[in-house]
Each structure stands twice: as C-alpha cells, then as structure tokens.
C-alpha cells in the first residue's frame, strides 16, 4: 500500500533541501512530493503525512531578517556560500501561520550547528510544536541534522536523513493500513 507524503522545506544555503530530498529518498513506493515553502501549498486533504523542515536561525525558526542576513553572508566571498535559488521567499515560519489545519500525520526536522542543542535552538521543535496544535499527530520527535561552520552537512546526516525517512514511513502505513503493513 503506498501512502502519499509532502515535505516542505525552506533552505538559504542547500543542506536544508538536501535533507529533505534524502528523507523522500528512503520513504520507498510512497508517493512523496518534495518542495520549497515558497511553492508549498495548504491544501492537505489527500496527504498521509506533512514532513516540514527549515534551517535554525537565532535558536529557532528564519524570520526576514534572518534571511537577509544569510543572503548578506552569501555575498562574501570568504566564506564561500551559495544561496539557494528560491532562498529569498518566504520562510516556514510564515507558512505555518497560513495554514488553517495540518493532516493526520505530520514529522519536522530542522538543520542547525554541530552544538548541542541548548546552545542552538532547533527550529524542528517549534514546526512540531505549530502542526500539533493544527491537529497533526507527530509520527516521530523533531530530528536535527547538523552542519559545520561552512554550513555544509556534516558527514553521516544525508545517510540518518534516509533512514528517518524509511522510517517515518513504515510507521504511518501501520497507522493508514495496520493488516497490511510489514
């Protein structure tokens, strides 16, 4: 039985998307549509499980500062960043509070500094904090991936991204069809 998942990210630097692609990457026959907040819809009905990430930016969600200063931060050539494509659009953050109701099901993950969390914030705890009081129940605890000072992933998180996703998964078709999940 396949399920049909959407995960919704916002990126500034490509680790975000990244992720995000990895996670629909392990989620097997599922029918999964990846795509950036600035494109993301509200409309839900049909969808078994919302997957929403965003990067952690002053210890939680991007706000259009935040952003600002990360498209600044792009333009110095020391430091040797790419802003995505679709970086300058609207946050997670402002899309979550469009949104009227979240599906059955809903899972969020965030990027954030190899620190712990503590020190960071981790933008995932409050996406799933926001889609639980729109109705969503969370499959799974928010999960962070980790960048370096670069913001580049750290080895090992595309592979735990993957899993999570295999994960996320199995554990909504128990929830969608319990007789015919394996």
């Known amino acids: 039985m396949s399920i049909t998942v959407v995960v919704v990210?916002?990126?500034?630097?490509?680790?975000?998307?990244q992720i995000a692609?990895?996670?629909?990457?392990?989620?097997?026959?599922?029918?999964?549509?990846?795509?950036?907040?600035?494109?993301?819809?509200?409309?839900?009905?049909?969808?078994d499980l919302l997957i929403a990430g965003a990067p952690t930016h002053a210890h939680s969600l991007s706000r259009p500062q935040t952003r600002q200063q990360a498209a600044a931060w792009a333009l110095d050539p020391k430091l040797h960043l790419t802003l995505e494509p679709r970086a300058g659009g609207i946050g997670v953050r402002e899309w979550l509070k469009g949104l009227s109701r979240a599906p059955n099901f809903i899972a969020a993950f965030d990027t954030r500094a190899d620190v712990p969390e503590i020190f960071s914030g981790a933008a995932g705890r409050k996406i799933e904090r926001t889609l639980k009081k729109l109705g969503g129940e969370a499959v799974s605890e928010h999960t962070s991936y980790l960048v370096d000072k670069a913001s580049q992933l750290i080895p090992g998180?595309?592979?735990?991204?993957?899993?999570?996703?295999?994960?996320?998964?199995?554990?909504?078709?128990?929830?969608?069809?319990?007789?015919?999940?394996?």
């Open 9 to 17: 990210y916002e990126s500034m630097f490509g680790s975000t998307r």
């Open 157 to 182: 998180q595309r592979e735990l991204a993957r899993q999570w996703g295999a994960e996320l998964s199995r554990r909504v078709r128990q929830q969608v069809d319990p007789v015919h999940a394996s």
């Open 21 to 47: 692609e990895s996670i629909a990457s392990g989620m097997g026959d599922a029918k999964v549509l990846v795509t950036c907040v600035g494109e993301a819809g509200s409309d839900f009905d049909d969808v």
